[in-house]
C-alpha cells in the first residue's frame, strides 16, 4: 500500500505546549491601565465610604475634628502604608474597621497597583482553572484535526451552518498553527494526533464528530485508527490525497472519506465543461450563500407525499442507512423517519447573520474590541 504526498510535517510536537490552549479576551495597554487606576479609585472609594460613616471614632491631632478631606486624606495614607500617624482610629469600633476592612482593602490596593508577580500568578492559576473547567464541561463538540486550508474551510462551514466556535477544538502539530487558531478564537491543542494522549487532551472520547484533515494519507490512517480507539460512536470524516487509499481509511474507522485531489480535480473538469455547472456547485458547497445543500428530516405535512413535492428540491433520501436517489421507487413516500438532502436557498436574514458574524470574527482577527489570544505559557 502506497502513501504519496509524504512532505514532512509541519512542525513537531512540544511537550511543554501540548495542553489545551484556550483563546482569551485580550486589552490594549492603555485600557489595561486605565482599568486598573478604575479599581483601585473603587477600593479607595469603598475605604472613604466605610471611614466616614464612622469618622467620630476616628482623632485628628491637629485639631480634634474629622471633616471629609481629613478621611480622604487619611484613607489616601493608609492604603499607600505611608501613615504618618496624625489622624488615628481612637474608638474600639474605628480600631476593627481599621484591622478587618481597612487593612483588606490596603493588601488589595497594592495587589492592583504593584501586584505584578502576583498578577501572573494568578493568570497561571485562572488559566489552569479555565483548562479543568473547559476538560469538565465540553462534550458533544467537533474535533478537526489539522488546521490547514482544509481544516480551516471545514470550521467556517461548520460554524456558517450554526455550530458555535466554542464547539470546536483544533489539534495541530505546530504551536504556530494553534496560536494562529487561538487568536481566531478556537481552542487548541498542539500534539501529534496519532496519540492517543493528544487526542484525550481534545477530549476526542466525548466529541460529536472528527475531521481529519492531514497533509500525509498515513497520518490520516493512524488517526483515524487512533480517534476509533476512544470512541466507537464519534462521527469520523476523513480527507485523503489519492482514491486509492479511501478503503484503508474506510476500514481504519472514518464513515466519510473525501478524495480531495479528486474532488478538485473534478470540480475543474466540470468548470472547463460547463462554466455555469462549476459556479453553480461552488455556490452549493458555499453553505451560507446562494443555495445550499443540507440535510434536514422529513415534516409532518411532508409524510406520505412523494420527494417531487417537497418545498426544497430534494436530491436524495435517506432512510435507515441507506441513501437512495429521489426517484429511487422504495422512497415514492417519504416516511416521518426519513431524512432529505436537499437543495435549499439561503433566506436574506440568514444570509445577514451569516456576514454579521463573519464581520465579527473578522475584527477579533485584526485585534478589534474582540480580539483574542493564547494564553501565557
Known amino acids: 500500500m502506497r502513501f504519496p504526498g509524504s512532505q514532512p510535517p509541519r512542525g513537531e510536537p512540544d511537550d511543554q505546549t501540548s495542553g ?29 465610604v466605610i471611614v466616614y460613616a ?8 491637629h485639631d480634634g475634628h474629622v471633616n471629609f478631606w481629613d478621611v480622604l486624606y ?39 497597583l504593584v501586584g505584578t508577580t502576583l498578577e501572573v500568578l494568578t493568570e497561571r492559576t485562572r488559566d489552569q482553572w479555565r483548562q479543568a473547567h473547559w476538560r469538565r464541561n465540553v462534550r458533544d463538540h467537533t474535533v478537526i484535526v489539522g488546521f490547514g486550508t482544509k481544516g480551516r474551510s471545514a470550521a467556517e462551514t461548520l460554524m456558517s451552518g450554526g455550530l458555535g466556535q466554542d464547539r470546536i477544538v483544533i489539534v495541530d502539530p505546530s504551536s504556530r498553527v494553534v496560536e494562529q487558531a487561538n487568536a481566531d478564537g478556537y481552542a487548541g491543542v498542539v500534539g501529534d494526533a496519532t496519540r492517543s494522549s493528544v487526542l484525550i487532551r481534545a477530549r476526542t472520547d466525548r466529541a460529536r464528530q472528527v475531521v481529519i484533515s ?15 480507539q476512544l470512541s466507537k460512536s464519534v462521527r469520523i470524516v476523513a480527507s485523503v490525497r489519492e482514491e486509492e487509499n479511501v478503503p484503508l481509511l474506510r476500514q481504519s474507522g472514518a464513515d466519510s472519506v473525501i478524495t480531495s485531489a479528486s474532488a478538485v480535480g473534478r470540480l475543474l473538469g466540470l468548470s472547463m465543461i460547463s462554466p455555469s455547472s462549476g459556479a453553480v456547485m461552488e ?9 445550499s445543500l443540507r440535510e434536514r428530516p422529513v415534516t409532518k405535512a411532508e409524510a406520505g407525499r412523494s420527494p417531487r413535492e417537497c418545498d426544497d428540491l430534494v436530491v436524495s ?21 426519513d431524512r432529505l438532502v436537499v437543495i435549499h436557498r439561503v433566506r436574506p436574514e440568514d444570509r445577514a447573520a451569516a456576514e454579521r458574524t463573519a464581520a465579527a470574527e473578522k475584527d477579533r482577527r485584526e485585534g478589534g474590541p474582540g480580539s483574542w489570544r493564547i494564553p501565557r505559557r
Not at 317 to 337: M, N, Q, W
Open 214 to 228: 492531514t497533509q500525509r494519507d498515513d497520518t490520516a490512517v493512524l488517526v483515524a485508527l487512533t480517534v476509533r
Open 317 to 337: 433520501v435517506i432512510r435507515g442507512h441507506r441513501l437512495l436517489p429521489f426517484d429511487d421507487p422504495d422512497v415514492a413516500k417519504l416516511e416521518l423517519t
Open 74 to 112: 487619611y484613607v489616601t495614607v493608609s492604603l499607600s502604608t505611608t501613615g504618618y500617624g496624625d489622624i488615628v482610629p481612637a474608638s474600639h469600633g474605628a480600631r476593627l474597621i481599621t484591622t478587618f476592612l481597612i487593612t483588606p482593602l490596603r493588601v488589595l490596593f497594592l495587589i492592583i
Open 283 to 291: 455556490d452549493l458547497i458555499q453553505h451560507s450563500r446562494g443555495l
Open 20 to 48: 489545551v490552549h484556550l483563546p482569551r479576551y485580550l486589552a490594549g495597554p492603555l485600557v489595561q491601565v486605565i482599568r486598573r487606576l478604575c479599581m483601585a479609585g473603587a477600593v479607595m472609594a469603598l475605604a472613604v
Open 54 to 61: 464612622d469618622r467620630g471614632g476616628y482623632h485628628d491631632n
